[in-house]
């Protein structure tokens, strides 16, 4: 009796024993990530038959176990990859919004200069100080264009950066979790013996947390223990304890631009698109590189473009100082039409000789009364016989193309016939022909005309003009460049108030260019409004989710030490349960002795 009490006191101690260093286990690892508390599970051992009934013969403990709830624990790498995601975004789009928006460096300011230098010289179109004014100013715009890019170009290029080393910190993570793989592996025999490694399973889970900031990535438990992880649309990155390493290279097509690819067993490298890839600091600085930023330089470019290209356009439709052909003020960026985003920092002034500013009008205009001649630009002209007039050729610009439709203004003819007459026009030049149709600009009576095409339906040349009086029967016009070398009059400025007026004109779409920047900076603040406001949701999201799970599985002080109470008052009493059954032996053996 005495030997079956004490071994009934020995198990009792034991198991005390047991959950008293499980106990303190805990305590000590409150503070560390992704611990899960733990628990020791007992059973009662076989009782033994004692004649009138069976007699229990103490306790077992069979397992310590982890608190464990793989619901929540996926809630929180869901949220925890969300988190990362956006707080990345607004970090990254934050960048750019401050950019775009100081006035430092912000386009309007030397747009507004340029315009204005052109304002005060169409006040006195020969004097050299103002169009050198204009000149300087036009230096000061492609500067600022060069500066916002180069400094967007440094976004890339940190971005770029960033990716490279989240791509290493993946690869590390995934050598750690397939590393653990391995141990618990062969902790548990590969077949998920009943006793788990419960420390190295919390660190692999851990480990997925810290997976899951930097991409979206799901672990699925295998029979033997280990997880097989995978991101993206699939791709498999840990398989036991194998790695399928990520790495990046540059793209073919912009070697400015890293992609992702699989580093696969074989020696070969596998592309993995960016929209394979989501979630985690990962996916937001994919997303922000080929999203926002992008999109950013596209929109910038596109404008250097277009506002190079009808700057130019325009000026060579006049004459400067010395009544020679206009050239172009900027470089031409055509070339980058089809890749926008490496054209703002290309726009150049060619234009050094303020001599050169055609202000001027290039076209002189012969015919109806007395036959008199006029100077006259290429939008605009007074015709002979008390007939004023303007002509406006300057082609709409399409955003995102550079291309400028022209219909060669080399020389036009306008005849009127019948009574009352009516005027049809002869375009001279490659791209010109004709008849065209003159119409009144909106209908009805009008003194502002148009060419149309004698399509159905008809389509407009990109010229309108304008009339004081009335053709007659016959009556014919006919306009053409003026003679090389023949200088314009002095204070002609007809052609400087055309280049002028595109400050206004909606040339980028139906945007005027400060218009289509304002546009443009609002659009990126709106997207780091937006940006902000699913950062801070899935922040609060986050902690709801790691709160609840902290909650189930998280160590608690107070229940702790409760338990220490508990655990330390049964470790008594089976000491003293051994003590009475050594007590009842000796007492046995002095009867017997």
């Not at 989501?278 to 404008?303: E, I, K, V, Y």
Request: hydrophobic share 35%.
């Amino acid at each position: 009796m005495g030997s079956n009490i004490f071994s009934i006191g020995v198990s009792g101690l034991n198991a005390a024993q047991t959950a008293l260093s499980v106990t303190g286990n805990n305590i000590a690892n409150v503070s560390t990530p992704g611990y899960n508390v733990q628990y020791i599970t007992q059973a009662g051992r076989t009782p033994q038959y004692a004649g009138f009934g069976f007699l229990g013969q103490g306790v077992d403990v069979t397992n310590v176990l982890r608190t464990y709830d793989k619901f929540l624990s996926g809630q929180v790498q869901t949220a925890q990859t969300n988190s990362s995601y956006y707080s990345t975004q607004v970090k990254q789009l934050n960048q750019i919004n401050n950019l775009m928006a100081s006035t430092d460096v912000s386009i309007l300011p030397a747009l507004q200069d340029f315009f204005g230098a052109m304002q005060t010289l169409s006040q006195q179109p020969d004097a050299i100080p103002s169009r050198q004014t204009v000149l300087n100013m036009a230096q000061a715009l492609s500067t600022k264009f060069a500066t916002i890019d180069g400094q967007l170009q440094q976004l890339q290029s940190g971005a770029n950066g960033q990716i490279k080393t989240t791509v290493d910190s993946i690869n590390a993570l995934a050598t750690q979790i397939a590393s653990l793989n391995t141990e618990i592996a062969a902790l548990t025999g590969g077949n998920q013996l009943s006793a788990q490694p419960n420390t190295l399973m919390d660190q692999r889970d851990q480990a997925m947390l810290e997976l899951n900031k930097l991409v979206s990535a799901k672990a699925v438990p295998q029979a033997d223990g280990t997880y097989s992880v995978y991101i993206g649309n699939g791709q498999t990155l840990v398989t036991g304890g194998q790695t399928n390493t990520l790495a990046t290279q540059p793209l073919p097509s912009d070697p400015t631009t890293l992609q992702l690819v699989f580093n696969n067993p074989n020696g070969t490298v596998t592309a993995i698109p960016n929209n394979l890839v989501s979630g985690g600091q990962l996916g937001g600085l994919l997303n922000f590189r080929d999203g926002p930023l992008l999109q950013a330089r596209q929109q910038l470019g596109t404008m250097a473009i277009n506002f190079s290209a009808s700057i130019n356009y325009q000026n060579q439709l006049g004459v400067d100082n010395t009544g020679a052909a206009g050239q172009p003020i900027f470089n031409d960026l055509s070339s980058y039409a089809s890749n926008p985003q490496n054209a703002a920092s290309n726009l150049q002034v060619l234009m050094g000789d303020p001599n050169k500013l055609a202000t001027a009008s290039n076209m002189v205009s012969t015919g109806g009364a007395g036959g008199n001649g006029v100077t006259m630009s290429g939008v605009w002209a007074t015709l002979p016989g008390g007939y004023a007039g303007s002509i406006n050729s300057v082609p709409p610009v399409f955003p995102g193309t550079g291309t400028h439709p022209s219909i060669g203004m080399t020389g036009m003819t306008i005849t009127a016939s019948g009574s009352p007459a009516t005027m049809t026009a002869t375009i001279a030049g490659p791209n010109g022909g004709g008849p065209y149709n003159v119409v009144p600009v909106g209908g009805g009576a009008s003194n502002s005309f148009k060419l149309q095409t004698t399509a159905v339906p008809p389509v407009d040349v990109g010229v309108s003009f304008q009339l004081s009086g009335a053709p007659i029967n016959g009556q014919t016009f006919t306009v053409g460049p003026a003679p090389a070398g023949t200088k314009p009059p002095p204070g002609d400025n007809t052609n400087l108030r055309e280049l002028l007026a595109q400050q206004n004109l909606k040339l980028m779409g139906n945007q005027s260019y400060g218009s289509y920047y304002s546009t443009l900076v609002a659009s990126v603040g709106n997207q780091t409004n937006t940006a902000q406001l699913q950062s801070a949701a899935m922040l609060n999201t986050l902690k709801q989710t790691t709160e609840s799970l902290s909650n189930v599985t998280g160590v608690s002080l107070d229940q702790e030490a409760a338990n220490l109470i508990k655990y330390q008052q049964s470790y008594q009493a089976c000491s003293k349960v051994i003590q009475v059954a050594q007590t009842t032996f000796s007492s046995i053996l002095n009867l017997m002795g």
